[in-house]
């Protein structure tokens, strides 16, 4: 899939955060949504999904109202193939995060070539 046309949904409670991802992805050539929340990406994919649904998501875990692993529960029982990649700060290191429905992991503070090439694994996967 051409970046170009790859939506990616940004979910996370850190203004700053959201802008420097979403900033750093369009310069890259993705399209970027965000939202402040687990609740909110939930709602936003639904809305979405109807019109063609973002291609993949970018989830932190810890945010209020709902966090990611909540979020991501929910999305993966309705989205199965929607790639999740959590983005957090709060790594456990004997975590298991693909149970939890992660496609992918990304920590904070985020080194983007990484990033880049697991968005980039999991978008070319759905071509």
Do not use: W
């Amino acid at each position: 899939m051409e970046r170009s046309k790859a939506l990616l949904l940004i979910a996370d409670d850190e203004e700053m955060n959201k802008i420097i991802l979403a900033r750093r992805l369009r310069k890259e050539g993705f399209v970027t949504i965000d939202v402040a929340d687990g609740s909110q990406a939930v709602d936003k994919m639904r809305e979405l999904a109807q019109n063609g649904r973002p291609d993949l998501v970018l989830m932190d875990i810890n945010m209020p109202v709902m966090d990611g692993i909540e979020a991501t529960r929910i999305l993966k029982a309705e989205f199965a193939d929607l790639p999740i990649i959590a983005v957090t700060a709060c790594m456990v290191p004997s975590t298991d995060y693909t149970h939890y429905g992660f496609t992918e992991l990304c920590t904070k503070p985020i080194d983007f070539n990484e990033l880049i090439a697991k968005i980039d694994k999991h978008l070319n996967r759905k071509s």
